[in-house]
């Protein structure tokens, strides 16, 4: 079966830090790959998405970055947190090819001080 | 661009109390998903409906896509404790083949008094 890891679950960064956020699939191939952000009750936010390796598309621009180094792995990434960039980030998969649901991870909820 | 708007953002019910949530797509969708996410927790696939006038249910839960494939509604009946989080609806954008993605709704946070 196919299970999705995300780390850390919690992280608290001072603003200015750089961040790096590990998302990782198992049990399949080829999946699509999304990084959504959730701000405190609020909605989700699709941020960056995958076909392949080396394949990332934005939504919205900002000082985050994405990287899908192999085919199971998606990095979200940034250089200098900012304050606004607190909020629960949610790394998900699709089979590619479907218009399956997606299938999210734990989240990681990261707060910057 | 695609927006999917969902209403109420809030709902409070008194146990036993039935719930719906509404939600429109600006577009026509070629199928609509329902996800709950509880407190703390990631958001949960429930349901994807595909046609056109299509009802769906799950236990107490009830789905619906409308005729015109844009809007949709999720109701529960006899609301329980184990109800409570939020729901949303998602709607895909793209193709399968590459830049599906999918476009969620705001949300409905359902409290539930017991």
């Known amino acids: 079966s196919q299970t999705i890891h995300q780390w850390p679950a919690t992280l608290v960064q001072p603003v200015g830090s750089p961040l790096s956020l590990e998302c990782t699939v198992e049990?399949?191939?080829?999946?699509?790959l999304y990084w959504y952000r959730q701000a405190a009750g609020r909605g989700l936010q699709l941020l960056f998405y995958?076909?392949?390796?080396?394949?990332i598309s934005s939504e919205v621009p900002q000082n985050l970055s994405a990287s899908r180094p192999q085919d199971r792995q998606f990095i979200l990434s940034s250089k200098k947190l900012l304050l606004s960039d607190s909020g629960f980030y949610l790394c998900?998969?699709?089979?590619?090819?479907?218009?399956?649901?997606?299938?999210f991870g734990n989240g990681t909820r990261l707060t910057v001080t | 661009g695609q927006q999917v708007m969902q209403i109420p953002q809030y709902q409070h019910v008194q146990e036993g109390e039935d719930f719906t949530t509404y939600c429109n797509s600006s577009?026509?969708?070629?199928?609509i998903q329902w996800y709950k996410q509880r407190p703390g927790g990631h958001p949960v696939f429930l349901i994807q409906?595909?046609?056109?006038?299509e009802v769906k249910k799950q236990k107490r839960l009830t789905f619906q896509f409308g005729e015109a494939k844009k809007n949709s509604s999720l109701h529960i009946t006899a609301t329980q404790t184990t109800d409570v989080g939020t729901y949303f609806c998602?709607?895909?954008?793209?193709?399968?083949?590459?830049?599906?993605?999918?476009?969620f709704g705001k949300g409905t946070k359902l409290s539930v008094i017991p």
């Open positions: 998602a709607g895909p954008k793209g193709s399968g083949a590459g830049s599906y993605q999918l476009t």
């Open positions: 049990g399949t191939s080829n999946p699509n």
């Open positions: 409906l595909v046609k056109s006038g």
């Open positions: 577009t026509t969708l070629s199928n």
């Open positions: 995958s076909v392949g390796i080396g394949q």
């Open positions: 998900a998969w699709v089979l590619r090819g479907t218009d399956s649901p997606l299938h």
